[in-house]
């Protein structure tokens, strides 16, 4: 089973746009110590402004300098040949485990996309995860159709449905204790975890793994005013995600950590006002002692 909290690794760029494999090698080495394993190449990794190219190139440097943590790799397009190509790249690499979003922009029938799993699973042997994300991919699966996925051999889920009702109906009608259940969001580790979730994969541990970590550490203990003091923070630096686009906000709070990883990816917006507004609304959580 693939238990804990997988950092959704973002992409360090440089300064002329370019992938910066230095600056990943900084993250990589600040969490390293501090999660249970990575998801790369998802929605905080960029993964649609990245060429093939660079994919491998980032699946290739994470395996390498991962600490054998656990990873999986996100290797949905569009076009189903070459998300088994990057998904067959990335077994060849080492990879623990690989995850789709369902063919986008196209609305495909369920039944069309239980053909495209099918087609992933005679050509991959390492465990699959479906990667539901309807904002991005522009439709969702019914529980029935997971349910069917999970009949077939998909391997888990990684949910970023934001849909508790969703999870309850999927908890009921597939064995979560054999179907690896993951929530897009440490938000969700409290109900999930409760009824056969097996933890998040988090954009917010990126930043701010030990609170991340400790949310489901005490859980799993039944700590729960441990839960809560750590929730606290995490409610707190939430707020500020809000101020502009996820990707650019998280680089600024870790460029301001000291954590250099450098600029997300053009058309981002990231300048010197953003980075200001971030590290001011810090210190008015701090002088507010986080509440």
Same mark, same amino acid.
């Given at each position: ?153 998909? =391997? ?11 999870? =309850? ?100 917006? =990231? ?21």
């Amino acid at each position: 089973m693939f238990e804990g909290i997988f950092t959704s690794l973002i992409t360090p760029f440089n300064e002329e746009n370019k992938v910066d494999l230095e600056r990943l090698n900084n993250l990589l080495f600040y969490l390293n110590d501090k999660v249970h394993g990575f998801f790369i190449l998802g929605t905080y990794g960029s993964t649609a402004l990245l060429c093939e190219d660079e994919k491998k190139e980032i699946i290739k440097h994470v395996l390498k300098n991962s600490s054998n943590k656990k990873v999986i790799v996100h290797a949905g397009e569009s076009n189903p040949d070459t998300s088994v190509k990057l998904a067959q790249f990335a077994q060849s690499q080492g990879a623990n485990a690989v995850a789709f979003v369902p063919p986008y922009f196209y609305g495909y029938s369920e039944e069309e996309i239980i053909l495209y799993f099918q087609k992933i699973l005679r050509e991959i042997t390492i465990p699959v995860f479906v990667y539901l994300n309807p904002p991005r991919v522009g439709y969702n699966l019914s529980v029935q159709c997971i349910h069917q996925l999970a009949e077939i051999g998909i =391997y888990g889920i990684k949910d970023t449905t934001n849909n508790l009702n969703y999870f =309850y109906d999927l908890s009921t009608n597939v064995d979560l204790e054999k179907f690896n259940y993951l929530s897009g969001s440490e938000m969700y580790l409290n109900p999930t975890m409760f009824h056969g979730g097996k933890g998040a994969i988090s954009a917010m541990s990126n930043v701010f793994p030990e609170y991340v970590v400790n949310v489901y550490d005490s859980l799993k203990n039944r700590n729960m005013e441990s839960y809560k003091e750590s929730m606290k923070y995490l409610f707190a630096y939430r707020k500020i995600r809000k101020v502009g686009q996820g990707i650019p906000v998280v680089h600024a709070m870790l460029n301001l950590k000291g954590i250099d990883v450098g600029y997300p990816r053009f058309p981002f917006k =990231y300048d010197e006002g953003l980075v200001n507004k971030v590290s001011e609304l810090i210190k008015c959580l701090r002088t507010n002692q986080i509440d």
